[in-house]
């Protein structure tokens, strides 16, 4: 298939900087957190971003049901009453154009797509409560998802500050890191950011500018750990969910999968470094279980795991996350719309399919592509079972839980 030329969110040159002063965080809007549904926005969903609309789209279906312990209504109702492709919309976060608020709001009030990345540079739907704009048109709230890891790959400097990259974090206390982390989330809640798609926890020891390199906490896993729960931890005090990336450990890959298919050690290597802080962090019992803290995996060719397909379109690599380290929450795939692992060889719907067939809870790209055409090959899939119902029911209830929209 025809390649495409990437459009990578993680390395998209920063702007420079003018004299001009940085504007200050947008405000925390009090008095907006009332209305119906305001339990349905802690985490991924802010309450000053959740739209009224929800209230009809999710109320009649669960009347009679009880409510769970976190006062949610029950998730079986409300994925009972969607379409087949409402259902899959919810497994989708698409790119759109950071510099168009009334494009991206009127992407969302077409498709209702699960969730939406801001890549790039442009701010103009990061101001002025554009967001809380684009929510009004979602009949279920939206993820909106920024990789604001600090250093090389943040979204809001130009706003709001630098935010120091991970191997600069390590030289603080974690106690530290966590006071950042939670004041760097409440500027992006504040913006209406819900999901920020950090910290990294490959283990690092690359030259700073490489791929990973100072995108890490360090080369060891104690220590990834440590500061990696901290930053998640800091930012969930902040009403924003954290993804922990790349699934299984991109740190000491062969090379780039933004250029290209990489190979990382073997499964048995990563499972004695690279993968601990998995266990250690997400696993059952760890602190981040069962949280707002979801895991991305990324396009990994790992010898022992992989067979002819990068990790994110193999089933086995969803199966040792899940089965094997025990992890029950949201997963989310690296970008499937602008890193060459994936595009040399693939179009984006076939890659989307073929990702959520092999065990992606929701398939992530960068660029602004037409979500319908992703919808028009997924439909028809689903119809004949090529996507599992059974496993896109879960997935999508999965999704909904992150949200917290249901219970």
Excluded at 140 to 146: C, G, K, R, Y
Excluded at 285 to 313: C, E, I, K, Q, R
């Amino acid at each position: 298939m025809s390649r495409r030329e990437p459009h990578c969110p993680h390395f998209a040159q920063r702007r420079r900087r003018s004299g001009a002063a940085r504007r200050p965080a947008a405000p925390l809007l009090a008095g907006l957190v009332a209305g119906v549904l305001a339990a349905a926005v802690v985490g991924f969903v802010p309450a000053a971003a959740a739209p009224a609309p929800v209230v009809a789209a999710v109320a009649a279906p669960v009347v009679d049901d009880p409510l769970g312990p976190d006062r949610l209504p029950a998730c079986a109702g409300i994925v009972a009453a969607m379409t087949p492709r409402e259902r899959l919309a919810q497994r989708l976060m698409v790119g759109v154009d950071v510099g168009d608020p009334v494009a991206a709001a009127q992407t969302v009030r077409s498709t209702q797509v699960g969730g939406i990345f801001l890549p790039g540079n442009e701010t103009a739907l990061l101001e002025d409560q554009a967001v809380r704009a684009l929510q009004a048109g979602a009949r279920i709230p939206v993820a909106v998802a920024v990789d604001d890891e600090g250093g090389r790959v943040q979204r809001i400097d130009m706003l709001d500050g630098d935010l120091p990259s991970a191997r600069e974090m390590s030289s603080l206390t974690v106690d530290e890191v966590r006071v950042l982390a939670e004041e760097r989330g409440r500027r992006l809640a504040a913006r209406g950011v819900t999901l920020n798609l950090a910290p990294t926890v490959d283990l690092g020891g690359q030259p700073a500018g490489a791929v990973i390199g100072d995108r890490s906490f360090g080369t060891d896993p104690d220590t990834v750990t440590r500061y990696a729960r901290a930053f998640a931890e800091g930012m969930a005090a902040a009403d924003v969910g954290s993804v922990v990336k790349h699934f299984p450990g991109h740190g000491r890959a062969d090379g780039d999968s933004h250029a290209g298919r990489v190979t990382t050690p073997s499964l048995d290597d990563l499972r004695a470094a690279d993968l601990r802080p998995y266990a250690d962090l997400v696993g059952p019992g760890a602190p981040l279980a069962g949280g707002t803290t979801g895991v991305m995996v990324g396009h990994l060719d790992v010898p022992g795991l992989t067979d002819g397909l990068p990790t994110s379109l193999t089933p086995a690599a969803y199966a040792l996350l899940r089965e094997e380290y025990g992890f029950d929450g949201l997963v989310v795939t690296d970008d499937l719309g602008a890193m060459k692992a994936i595009t040399g060889e693939f179009e984006l719907p076939e890659a989307v399919r073929t990702a959520l067939d092999a065990g992606a809870d929701m398939a992530l790209w960068s660029n602004p592509d037409d979500p319908d055409a992703v919808l028009d090959v997924l439909e028809p899939a689903l119809a004949a079972g090529t996507l599992d119902p059974t496993a896109n029911e879960a997935a999508v209830t999965r999704v909904l839980r992150a949200k917290r929209v249901c219970s």
